[in-house]
């Protein structure tokens, strides 16, 4: 590996306050490609049905199109602190954008739902990588006075990205067609291609370190979280244990997982370092972590389901919605690294999670009056409060965390959050299911406490329908049908509320883990 002057290695963080503009420009490079990876988790869910219809599938085929993704994602992000050091970041970064990129491009020629699914695999497995890359170049590219700056790009990339994405996905497809959400990946993958081989110094491949793996932590890891992620998507649409699909998966998964842990703790050189967790700041900032994980994808999720559900908004009227969540976010996050030199990070940690919090809070009364400019107000509560996770969350979990343990760091903090966004997504589907149901069934029972009312809205709606034409018995059966689709949405909100008010209760955890960690 290649040297600069006074002995000190290439690309490593230099005590003095003055950054070498290389270093600059490796960082925002590789930011570049965690936006990019995190962008394309969401991009394709608002144009799911046109890929669908173009590619002759099925709505259950087609919800493997993000699966895929997330499941190679989830498999690459613990394996990438090893390859780095195996192949050397330049040329790791570099072989993982060109996947990357080909494998967009292969997306978008797609002749059949098998062919897309391989090719979001590809995707998912080679964007993995360039998540937690993003996150080490911040702490071993900057010096600590400048570390709080990095991890704002990060944040920015980290919590900007989903915003946009399904608004995003949603305009190209509209305006040009479902092909160019693959598309767009090509000119900043050449942009970051050029800026990591500039920034970057080569290093010569380990391959001593390659072929002396932890296979059998890499075999466990890939099998255990493959399965929990799987599980965690398909889970509530197969009706959770009541598929033999689902309780086979889930057996493998706690299987290999658990073997995975022993191996770790055991191997001289494991693929990831779990005794990291032994820092007890480590791993309440790691918990924090899987909490803001629900909470972010988990919010991306439940909102736009609302809007379409019960307001019946288009993907375009949704993004003018949820812009409100990412945009006023590129005006706080200057602000928090200045804030981390004056304040302590776990209180402005604290007061992020508290603004989630009460944006989540905020969502818990809706009616069917509450649309998009009712939502203004919790969307920018959360974006006030989502910088001030971000950043200085980073700053508390590696407190601690010696240099050369920054990629096994990184990996866990990002495995973390997203095992926190696959969670979220799957409590919040059972939970939207099981309580409109409850909450349908309490409204039916009642029905008998309010019965004239109710039956004198029975024949409000069927004079209704016999004056747009139908006879008495028609009319009557379209105003018993028209009265349980009120019904059924009314339960529906309540369902929504309850889905906010348990994500209240996640965050107000998170507020108090991070006050009681030590100073």
């Not at 993004?319 to 706080?332: E, H, K, N, R, S």
């Amino acid at each position: 590996m290649s040297t600069v002057t006074h002995s000190q290695p290439a690309n490593t963080a230099p005590d003095e306050q003055v950054v070498p503009m290389r270093n600059w420009i490796a960082l925002i490079g590789g930011l570049i490609g965690a936006f990019m990876a995190i962008l394309d988790i969401q991009i394709t869910n608002s144009s799911l049905k046109d890929i669908q219809g173009a590619l002759s599938a099925t709505l259950d085929e087609s919800s493997w199109i993000s699966t895929s993704y997330l499941v190679a994602e989830m498999i690459a992000i613990p394996l990438s602190g090893w390859l780095s050091r195996s192949l050397g970041k330049r040329r790791y970064i570099t072989w993982t954008t060109v996947i990357f990129t080909l494998s967009s491009l292969l997306c978008s020629i797609s002749w059949n739902m098998t062919s897309m699914i391989v090719f979001r695999a590809m995707q998912g497995f080679s964007g993995g990588a360039l998540i937690p890359i993003a996150f080490s170049l911040v702490v071993q590219l900057l010096p600590l006075n400048k570390r709080a700056v990095g991890m704002a790009l990060f944040g920015i990339t980290a919590t900007f990205a989903p915003s946009i994405g399904p608004t995003f996905g949603g305009w190209l497809t509209e305006h040009l067609s479902w092909h160019f959400i693959f598309y767009i990946n090509v000119p900043p993958a050449i942009l970051m291609i050029a800026m990591i081989r500039y920034g970057l110094d080569d290093e010569k491949i380990d391959t001593k370190q390659l072929m002396q793996a932890d296979w059998f932590g890499i075999a466990t890891m890939a099998i255990g979280l493959g399965c929990l992620e799987v599980v965690l998507e398909d889970g509530n649409r197969e009706e959770w244990f009541s598929s033999g699909f689902i309780v086979t998966l889930s057996i493998i998964s706690a299987v290999s997982l658990i073997y995975f842990v022993i191996n770790e703790l055991q191997h001289k050189k494991p693929l990831v370092n779990l005794r990291l967790l032994a820092n007890g700041q480590f791993a309440m900032a790691c918990i924090a972590y899987l909490i803001l994980g629900m909470a972010l994808l988990g919010s991306i999720y439940v909102l736009p389901m609302y809007l379409t559900q019960i307001q019946h908004y288009n993907a375009m009227e949704i993004g003018g919605v949820l812009m409100w969540m990412g945009f006023p976010q590129l005006l706080i996050f200057p602000l928090v690294p200045k804030l981390t030199q004056i304040i302590k990070p776990k209180y402005l940690v604290t007061f992020g999670f508290v603004m989630f919090g009460l944006s989540c809070y905020v969502n818990t009364h809706m009616t069917l009056d509450f649309g998009g400019q009712q939502l203004i107000t919790s969307m920018l509560l959360r974006a006030i409060g989502s910088p001030f996770i971000m950043v200085p969350l980073s700053l508390v979990a590696m407190k601690n965390i010696k240099a050369m343990d920054t990629p096994d760091a990184s990996t866990l903090t990002n495995v973390m959050r997203n095992l926190g966004g696959a969670f979220s997504i799957a409590i919040i589907a059972t939970l939207l299911d099981n309580k409109t149901r409850e909450h349908l069934a309490h409204i039916k029972e009642s029905l008998t406490t309010v019965n004239q009312l109710g039956w004198q809205t029975l024949q409000q709606q069927q004079a209704f329908f016999m004056q747009s034409g139908s006879d008495a018995a028609t009319a009557m059966q379209q105003a018993q049908a028209s009265l349980l689709g009120t019904m059924q949405r009314e339960a529906a909100i309540m369902a929504y509320n309850d889905v906010f008010l348990v994500m209240t209760a996640f965050l107000a955890l998170a507020a108090v883990l991070i006050l009681s960690m030590k100073d």
